[in-house]
């Protein structure tokens, strides 16, 4: 289907000039920008990736076609990498940047480069302040790419006022008051840095993510127009009279290998993940009935307690479903990166029903017609992903931008249920029963307003879809710096 300015072809890649990308090394940030990266590559773009040494892609593994990439063997000072607070990781590796001084050569060797394309400017993670600092000091433009929804990215600038009219800090007392300003979100939902134990690391992130933005050419956000209309329309408010245009070109992990781009030959994302996925949970679903499967997995970073998991099980068990549940290392707080010994009883308890693993081929697993729901810690990449297969969720978020997330989730788009409150193994049950039930008249709105999503999402997609036309203006926008 050929739309207006729906010509994707590569150009002779690099032709076009270069761009260079700089992702946070963290799973659900590394993905995006490699899928970006591939979408880049496909409207002939030269395409450089520079990563750190924590948490660098394995060369062995990662297929990325036409992809160059080039190591800032910066490192998470030893100290910060020890600790199990992922923010103060991300704080301390801005210092190490800015410290080394790595990038800053990266980056000129790039721009040195006579015989190489043009480099036109650097896309950055929105939180990686040191290398946009570098930039700016040798000229370069830059890019910030937004991993999260737009309605994270407009709370996250709304700080200022959400302590203005006094919804934070938080109290006990305000904690269900709505949001007016931010509908449907309530106290609840908010980040709050004032409950971290570190309040200053909250606070510092938050205000990154804000001034990158301010200092950047334009912002890219890893969502579509059909999926946040409103919260489109403000951030345009706010950024497009400072200069700063905002692209939404999601769902970022379909864009490249969607049927404009990759029928004419250009290069797909590859494989974007760190750990190797267990391929026996698709050969488990296939001997699955259709829609009756819960895919359990709450991402890559976050953890739970010893006590929290232990109702997460038996609350599985009682519900009496089948369920594929991703119990991945390091998911329980405080136990290491051991393997998870489950409680004693549960294996027996649900055999042939439950299947466990370290970690699942996510994006087939949701696509695989024996699954029927998705219980999620509201990551924006999982959130993505079942959307954009239709799957409804039981959202239980968990830490920052979860938590507005999971309040979409259930009360924006209706897509699914949210499991607040503490942890108990009744309610569990309860919630899959009624997220997984065929006649519940609740359920069933639901499974049909995903569907209707899932269409939507599709649409974004085509060749004249919003975020395909998205990255051909972005691609403009990049080749006039
Ligand atoms: N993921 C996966 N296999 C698993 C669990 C997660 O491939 O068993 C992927 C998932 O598809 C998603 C990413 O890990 O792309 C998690 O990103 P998200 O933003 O949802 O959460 P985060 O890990 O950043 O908290």
């Not at 496909?42 to 593994?61: I, Q, Y």
């Not at 038996?314 to 409680?343: D, N, Q």
Request: charged fraction near 20%; glycine fraction near 10%; aromatic fraction near 6%.
């Amino acid at each position: 289907m050929a739309g207006e300015g729906a010509d994707h072809r590569p150009r002779g890649v690099g032709g076009r000039g270069r761009v260079v990308l700089f992702p946070l090394p963290f799973q659900g940030h590394i993905s995006p920008m490699l899928q970006l990266a591939g979408a880049l590559h496909a409207r002939g773009l030269a395409v450089t990736v520079l990563h750190t040494s924590f948490n660098a892609p394995d060369p062995g593994r990662h297929h990325h076609p036409g992809l160059n990439f080039v190591a800032v063997p910066d490192a998470v000072p030893e100290s910060v990498a020890a600790s199990s607070n992922g923010l103060a990781k991300i704080l301390g590796l801005n210092a190490a940047m800015a410290a080394s001084g790595r990038v800053r050569d990266a980056l000129a060797s790039l721009l040195r480069a006579a015989d190489e394309p043009r480099l036109a400017c650097l896309v950055l993670d929105s939180t990686l302040t040191a290398a946009q600092k570098a930039a700016a000091g040798l000229g370069l433009p830059t890019l910030v790419l937004h991993t999260g929804g737009a309605a994270c990215f407009r709370l996250f600038r709304s700080y200022a006022m959400l302590h203005d009219k006094g919804y934070l800090p938080a109290t006990e007392s305000n904690l269900r008051a709505p949001i007016e300003e931010l509908p449907p979100l309530r106290v609840s939902d908010l980040f709050d840095p004032s409950k971290l134990p570190n309040k200053e690391i909250g606070q510092k992130i938050l205000d990154l993510a804000t001034e990158t933005t301010t200092n950047s050419s334009a912002a890219i956000l890893n969502t579509f127009e059909a999926l946040e209309p409103h919260e489109l329309e403000t951030i345009r408010d706010e950024l497009v009279p400072r200069g700063i245009p905002a692209f939404a070109v999601g769902p970022l992990h379909k864009l490249a290998t969607s049927s404009s781009s990759s029928s004419t030959g250009g290069a797909s994302a590859g494989e974007t993940s760190l750990l190797s996925a267990d391929r026996s949970c698709i050969e488990w679903l296939d001997t699955q009935a259709p829609g009756s499967v819960l895919y359990v997995s709450f991402g890559s970073v976050v953890k739970v307690t010893r006590d929290e998991l232990e109702e997460i099980a038996w609350g599985l068990a009682g519900s009496g479903r089948p369920f594929l549940w991703v119990v991945r290392r390091g998911l329980v707080a405080g136990a290491g990166e051991e393997l998870v010994e489950l409680p004693e009883g549960f294996e027996a308890a649900v055999e042939g029903r439950g299947k466990v693993t370290e970690w699942a081929p996510q994006q087939e697993v949701l696509a695989h017609p024996a699954v029927g729901g998705f219980w999620t810690h509201s990551g924006w990449n999982s959130t993505l992903e079942s959307v954009y297969e239709g799957v409804p969720m039981l959202s239980r978020p968990i830490f920052g931008d979860q938590l507005a997330t999971g309040r979409y989730v259930q009360d924006a788009w209706r897509i699914g249920v949210l499991l607040e409150g503490v942890l108990e193994r009744g309610e569990v049950e309860k919630a899959v029963r009624k997220l997984l039930m065929e006649e519940d008249e609740g359920a069933a709105e639901i499974r049909e307003r995903a569907k209707g999503l899932k269409e939507k999402t599709r649409m974004s997609l085509e060749s004249n879809g919003s975020s395909q036309q998205a990255v051909d203006k972005l691609v403009d926008h990049i080749l006039s710096l």
